[in-house]
């Protein structure tokens, strides 16, 4: 298995442009989830979802899109980039919202200019 | 204030000393995780508690949750050990995990 995987590894972006980050998981996980990690701050949900055709947002869901067609995929996406967008992304999954292990993609390392 | 506070910030030892790292909340919980991230950033899950006390190879968490407090122990730490160590909760209704901002260890050789 190859576990989550995250495209791309990292990402500059001018203010105003769009683009998506990609999630995929191959371990039938029905949860998933997007956090933002920044400098002096713990982790932070973005947006989550419970199965495919369900989202939610988190904590921090402003300027952020996210649909779940697939049970596989979760794509996330960024409609007018901010610099206050600067982060690293994890995307991650686990079986059900509650279970103990959660299993984390590589990150997404993302600038904006 | 933080609903997750972890100490110590920044933490450096010697090959083979005892670690311990705290975490303390402040809301009721239903579990509290434990997560390690390598210095390449990858995250992986270490312990779920709810109560009591588990242990895996070296290390060690406990939950007291009268007191709303955790604790991680590393024996005999090693430097492949260095990482940043993240405490997260998650609330009863469950929705999401509330996370600290981590504690950097630094083990020396």
């Known amino acids: 298995n190859a576990g989550v995987t995250q495209t791309p590894k990292f990402q500059v972006l001018k203010t105003g442009q769009s683009m998506t980050l990609q999630c995929a998981q191959d371990?039938?996980?029905?949860?998933m989830s997007w956090y933002r990690q920044d400098p002096g701050m713990g982790l932070r949900l973005i947006h989550y979802?419970?199965?495919?055709?369900?989202?939610d947002q988190g904590e921090v869901p402003n300027g952020y899109n996210v649909s779940r067609s697939t049970t596989e995929d979760f794509p996330l996406r960024l409609l007018s980039a901010a610099p206050s967008q600067t982060s690293v992304y994890f995307c991650?999954?686990?079986?059900?919202?509650?279970?103990?292990?959660?299993?984390f993609g590589p990150g997404t390392r993302l600038l904006v200019l | 204030k933080n609903e997750v506070e972890q100490s110590p910030q920044n933490l450096t030892a010697q090959e083979g000393e005892f670690i311990t790292i705290n975490c303390s909340y402040s809301?009721?919980?239903?579990?509290l995780h434990w997560l390690q991230q390598h210095p390449g950033g990858g995250i992986v899950s270490l312990f779920m508690?709810?109560?009591g006390k588990k242990k895996h190879g070296r290390l060690i968490a406990t939950i007291n949750i009268q007191e709303k407090h955790s604790s991680l122990h590393i024996t005999a730490s090693h430097p492949r050990d260095s990482a940043v160590y993240i405490c997260?909760?998650?609330?009863?209704?469950?929705?999401?995990?509330?996370f600290g901002e981590g504690t950097q260890l630094t083990v020396n050789p």
């Open positions: 991650a999954s686990s079986y059900w919202q509650g279970q103990e292990t959660q299993y």
């Open positions: 371990m039938n996980h029905e949860y």
């Open positions: 508690l709810s109560s």
């Open positions: 809301v009721g919980i239903s579990a």
């Open positions: 997260a909760v998650r609330r009863p209704s469950g929705s999401r995990l509330t």
């Open positions: 979802s419970v199965g495919a055709g369900i989202t």
